[in-house]
């Protein structure tokens, strides 16, 4: 089946704006989780969505959200773009919380965000 | 979480075995360890994961000492295809969430 697919790969923004990136899951995975990866800090934990609500949030500010929509695709914002918010930002999609196969995450190849 | 320890790069000859350590000395009773690895340019994926029996799978083994605290991922027969940064995370397996803890890895260098 197919793996985890994300919209857009690359993307180039300026300072001060606004951007949203999208991820589709694996047919029959519902648990969706965001990570952003620099050189400088690697990879860290954004947030995780099931059943279209957060259920855990990692270390960042409040201009980064998300939103999980009932066919468990995944959109995350980020606002007021900063230029240390280029990154690569990777989604992870996994079996639903109670499954035996829930903590094991299969990651899409990711968007490359350039902010400039 | 517990913390892992994990030597920053590592060469191997094509064809093999690749032993890839990890130290995880304050692991908890309940606390799984998760292997990882990201080929350049594109997103982590699964390898294995133990509690402390040693697993094997089309991919890999992991080895976890008796102790647990610490383990072992080997590669029997690296290929070229097996570069990649490889990530040994210690983690709760349970319901509360799907927050991996990523270190610095492992760059395994699998050479001809």
């Known amino acids: 089946k197919a793996g985890v697919t994300q919209t857009p790969r690359y993307l180039i923004k300026t300072r001060g704006q606004q951007v949203t990136l999208s991820c589709s899951p694996i047919?029959?995975?519902?648990?969706v989780s965001w990570y952003q990866q620099t050189p400088g800090q690697g990879l860290q934990f954004l947030f995780e969505y099931f059943s279209e609500t957060q259920r855990n949030k990692g270390n960042f500010p409040g201009r980064f959200s998300g939103r999980q929509f009932s066919n468990s695709r995944s959109e995350m914002n980020v606002s007021t773009l900063e230029l240390g918010d280029s990154a690569l930002y990777l989604c992870?999609?996994?079996?639903?919380?109670?499954?035996?196969?829930?903590?094991?995450?299969?990651f899409g190849p990711g968007t490359r965000l350039t902010v400039l | 979480d517990a913390k892992t320890t994990q030597p920053p790069s590592m060469d191997c000859a094509e064809g093999r075995a690749a032993n890839l350590p990890c130290n995880h000395s304050t692991i908890s009773g309940n606390e799984y360890v998760y292997w990882y690895r990201q080929i350049h340019s594109q997103g982590p994926q699964y390898i294995i994961h133990g509690l402390k029996n040693n697993e094997t799978n089309e991919m890999a083994s992991l080895i976890i000492t008796e102790d647990r605290k610490s383990s072992t991922l080997i590669l029997p027969h690296a290929t070229l295809r097996d570069t990649a940064v490889y990530y040994c995370?210690?983690?709760?397996?349970?319901?509360?969430?799907?927050?991996?803890?990523f270190g610095g890895g492992t760059r395994l260098m699998v050479k001809p």
């Open positions: 995370i210690v983690s709760l397996k349970n319901n509360a969430g799907n927050m991996l803890t």
């Open positions: 992870a999609s996994s079996q639903p919380p109670g499954h035996s196969s829930y903590n094991e995450q299969f």
């Open positions: 047919s029959g995975h519902r648990s």
